[in-house]
């Protein structure tokens, strides 16, 4: 959610707040310690939180304790990475296996081409397949890869659509919808972005006739922030014609999607071959890690014989964590087991099941807000322009970013959070989450009635009507 140019609440009179405070003393003292050594007190925004942080001590299959030994069901599932859930043993005993070996070698060793095989094994569009270290090197290394193939400067984005950090990716995601740069990135940088609203086909072919020049369009295919701006099959299929007819690189962004909503991401969903997909989370087991794959001629740049007999410069890439061993056994052992069990199906069931359980919470409740999603993900709509909306009417592509993504007050949106964790929830920001493999009944009852019980600590403090 974007709270950008909203002042700081005050937060002194609130029973959550301060119910909070008083689980959570061990958070508050290294808060108070990172706030001397992170900018904000923190290592990454997603972890932003009035009054401070939750500090996790350790965790285990679908939960975690803090450091004063509170126990949670989780569902920020290492930002997406963790179908498994925390410490899978099998991923667990072959990381420690490793540890053994050696974490970095410098040189190449058998458990990358054991992970690349599985990668182009279980993804239908992987010819070739390039490791990196992140999710945000993997789109900034399609972008260039794209823009190298084709020679055109341009990139098309889709407004709300995360794909990382870098340059040509950290504006219109949750401000500067206007193609404006965010501070620190070059004008001239912005200017060979293009951006376009997600769902709509004849913009999208407006867009690209207008710009000639665009190297590549890139798309999270199940829409903007793990579908909290749902994309629908017509338009990815739409948008697979559009783009090559027109010499035009598609991207899809399967950073989260990859090997989630199914073991061949959302592309074997949809049955839509993009040219190159990016991954990174669940593709290294939990460990830092990142792909970009597709089709052969154009990973082809970064293959020195094959750019030579070509006759063209090669693309330059290095990174010196890229197939780390570590990496490389965590995720080819998880990837053997999304290729070879029904985990995808599991999160996908435990999901759906959670979104009608909260949905009965608001309805019993009365309160006009949505919780709607697809695969294993769960999106909670605080309706903050109160709207008449529904969950099937998002789903179905009715709205857009705009109300979608609208700024959520900031006391609400940290109030909901602060009341799930004190009774033992924590979701992520958005607000929602992703489900894993592993998460149970019990834990389908916790949430639920911690989702009631927040709701009525929201109405007494006059957040909800």
Same mark, same amino acid.
């Given at each position: 959610?974007?709270?950008?140019? *909203?002042?700081?609440?005050?937060?002194?009179?609130?029973?959550?707040?301060?119910?909070?405070?008083?689980?959570?003393?061990?958070?508050?003292?290294?808060?108070?310690?990172?706030?001397? =050594?992170?900018? !904000?007190?923190?290592?990454?925004?997603?972890?932003?939180?009035?009054?401070? #942080?939750?500090? =996790?001590?350790?965790?285990?299959?679908?939960?975690?304790?803090?450091?004063?030994?509170?126990?949670?069901?989780?569902?920020?599932?290492?930002?997406?990475?963790?179908?498994?859930?925390?410490?899978?043993?099998?991923?667990?005993?072959?990381?420690?296996? +490793?540890?053994?070996? !050696?974490?970095?070698?410098?040189?190449?060793?058998?458990?990358?081409?054991?992970?690349?095989?599985?990668? *182009?094994?279980?993804?239908?569009?992987?010819?070739?397949?390039?490791?990196?270290?992140?999710?945000?090197?993997?789109?900034?290394?399609?972008?260039?890869?794209?823009?190298?193939?084709?020679?055109?400067?341009?990139?098309?984005?889709?407004? @709300?659509?995360?794909?990382?950090?870098?340059?040509?990716?950290?504006?219109?995601? @949750?401000?500067?919808?206007?193609?404006?740069?965010?501070?620190?990135?070059?004008?001239?940088?912005?200017?060979?972005?293009?951006?376009?609203?997600?769902?709509?086909?004849? !913009?999208?072919?407006? $867009?690209?006739? +207008?710009?000639?020049?665009?190297?590549?369009?890139?798309?999270?295919?199940?829409?903007?922030?793990? @579908?909290? $701006? #749902?994309?629908?099959?017509?338009?990815?299929?739409?948008?697979?014609?559009?783009?090559?007819?027109?010499?035009?690189?598609?991207?899809?962004?399967?950073?989260?999607?990859?090997?989630?909503?199914?073991?061949?991401?959302?592309?074997?969903?949809?049955?839509?071959?993009?040219?190159?997909?990016?991954?990174?989370?669940?593709?290294?087991?939990?460990?830092?890690?990142?792909?970009?794959? !597709?089709?052969?001629?154009?990973?082809?740049?970064?293959?020195?014989? &094959?750019?030579?007999?070509?006759?063209?410069?090669?693309?330059?890439?290095?990174?010196?964590?890229?197939?780390?061993?570590?990496? /490389?056994?965590?995720? /080819?052992?998880?990837? *053997?087991?999304?290729?070879?069990?029904?985990?995808? &199906?599991?999160?996908?069931?435990?999901? /759906?099941?959670?979104?009608? *359980?909260?949905?009965? =919470?608001l309805r019993d409740d009365h309160v006009p807000w949505a919780v709607y999603g697809s695969f294993s993900g769960f999106h909670i709509f605080t309706?903050?322009?109160?709207?008449?909306?529904?969950?099937?009417?998002?789903?179905? @592509?009715?709205?857009?970013?705009?109300?979608?993504?609208?700024?959520?007050?900031?006391?609400?949106?940290?109030?909901?959070?602060?009341?799930?964790?004190?009774?033992?929830?924590?979701?992520?920001?958005?607000?929602?989450?992703?489900?894993?493999?592993?998460?149970?009944?019990?834990?389908?009852?916790?949430?639920?009635?911690?989702?009631?019980?927040?709701?009525?600590?929201?109405?007494?403090?006059?957040?909800?009507?």
């Open positions: 959610m974007n709270h950008e140019g *909203e002042t700081i609440v005050n937060f002194s009179d609130s029973r959550i707040v301060a119910e909070y405070r008083r689980r959570t003393p061990g958070s508050a003292e290294l808060a108070k310690q990172a706030a001397a =050594v992170f900018p !904000g007190g923190v290592t990454h925004d997603g972890r932003i939180l009035e009054p401070y #942080p939750l500090y =996790v001590d350790r965790a285990a299959g679908s939960r975690k304790w803090d450091v004063d030994g509170h126990e949670y069901v989780d569902y920020t599932g290492g930002h997406g990475a963790l179908l498994l859930g925390h410490n899978h043993p099998r991923v667990v005993e072959a990381v420690h296996r +490793q540890l053994d070996r !050696g974490t970095h070698f410098g040189s190449c060793h058998a458990a990358e081409i054991r992970w690349g095989e599985w990668v *182009e094994r279980l993804v239908p569009s992987a010819e070739r397949v390039r490791f990196t270290s992140s999710g945000t090197e993997a789109t900034m290394m399609a972008m260039r890869l794209a823009r190298a193939f084709t020679g055109k400067p341009k990139v098309l984005r889709f407004l @709300g659509h995360f794909h990382g950090w870098h340059d040509h990716a950290a504006f219109g995601v @949750g401000s500067h919808f206007d193609g404006t740069p965010t501070p620190g990135v070059l004008a001239e940088v912005a200017g060979n972005v293009v951006l376009a609203p997600p769902g709509n086909l004849a !913009g999208t072919r407006a $867009v690209l006739d +207008q710009h000639p020049d665009i190297a590549a369009a890139i798309i999270e295919p199940t829409g903007a922030s793990w @579908g909290q $701006v #749902p994309v629908l099959k017509d338009f990815l299929v739409g948008l697979r014609e559009l783009t090559a007819q027109r010499g035009v690189q598609l991207i899809f962004d399967e950073v989260i999607s990859g090997f989630r909503c199914a073991p061949g991401g959302a592309q074997e969903c949809y049955d839509v071959r993009p040219d190159l997909t990016t991954l990174a989370k669940i593709l290294a087991g939990g460990l830092p890690g990142g792909a970009v794959v !597709g089709r052969k001629d154009i990973l082809d740049a970064l293959d020195m014989q &094959q750019s030579a007999a070509s006759g063209r410069e090669k693309v330059p890439h290095q990174g010196t964590f890229n197939a780390n061993p570590l990496s /490389a056994v965590a995720g /080819a052992t998880t990837l *053997e087991i999304v290729g070879g069990t029904d985990v995808c &199906q599991r999160a996908n069931d435990y999901a /759906a099941r959670l979104r009608e *359980e909260l949905s009965r =919470v309706n903050p322009q109160k709207l008449d909306i529904t969950a099937a009417d998002i789903e179905a @592509g009715k709205h857009d970013y705009r109300v979608l993504k609208a700024a959520v007050p900031r006391s609400l949106a940290t109030k909901l959070r602060l009341g799930m964790m004190i009774h033992g929830v924590e979701i992520f920001s958005w607000p929602g989450g992703p489900t894993s493999a592993v998460h149970t009944d019990d834990d389908l009852r916790q949430t639920a009635d911690a989702f009631r019980r927040t709701l009525k600590m929201l109405r007494e403090e006059g957040e909800i009507a």
